[in-house]
């Protein structure tokens, strides 16, 4: 894998050996930033299921100011700090190994607001209901949820927010999602 644009271009990451974690495809990190385009400038970015940290490293490459990373799995966890260092990222990365409730609880508490959110679960995880309904107050005003999901099947969702953008890249699924109007 490899950082697509920014001043990391080029740059190979690592991903977590074994079956558990699933890296996004250079392609389709490629056209997710080419749909978000300046939204990564100065962006504090949420990377929930991080796995590699690759779209959260791919978000610092192109001008975000911070990204929080979180996974339960030691191995990813390992596997991020050393993308971020090898990157140069390490003091722009704040990576946390526990689960998405307990982070999005201590995250929720410190006052923390975020205007990119990353949602990358494992594709047998289709009802993300919870785990959005959660993320509300971390949201900053025109914040942006990116979940990547299984391209045939879009997982159930909290209400509270509106798909504006939906693409498929194979077998890959990549929503667009912002907290809906009142």
Not at 22 to 44: C, G, S, Y
Not at 61 to 84: F, I, P, T
Not at 122 to 139: F, I, K, N
Not at 143 to 168: F, L
């Amino acid at each position: 894998m490899r950082i697509i644009a920014g001043e990391a271009r080029g740059r190979t990451i690592e991903a977590p050996k074994g079956r558990d974690t699933r890296p996004t495809l250079d392609r389709v990190r490629e056209n997710l930033f080419n749909i978000l385009q300046r939204k990564t400038w100065d962006a504090k970015v949420l990377d929930l299921f991080s796995g590699s940290g690759a779209l959260s490293l791919e978000a610092l490459s192109r001008g975000a100011e911070a990204a929080v990373l979180v996974d339960c799995d030691r191995a990813a966890h390992a596997c991020q700090k050393q993308n971020a260092e090898k990157l140069g990222f390490a003091d722009r990365c704040r990576i946390l190994l526990m689960d998405w409730q307990q982070a999005v609880r201590q995250l929720t508490a410190a006052g923390e607001r975020f205007d990119l959110i990353f949602l990358d679960p494992p594709y047998a995880m289709r009802d993300l209901t919870g785990v959005m309904g959660e993320l509300l107050p971390l949201l900053a005003e025109d914040a942006t949820i990116i979940v990547e999901h299984e391209a045939q099947v879009m997982p159930a969702t909290a209400d509270g927010y509106e798909m504006y953008d939906s693409r498929k890249y194979g077998y890959v699924g990549v929503s667009f999602f912002r907290r809906a109007e009142a």
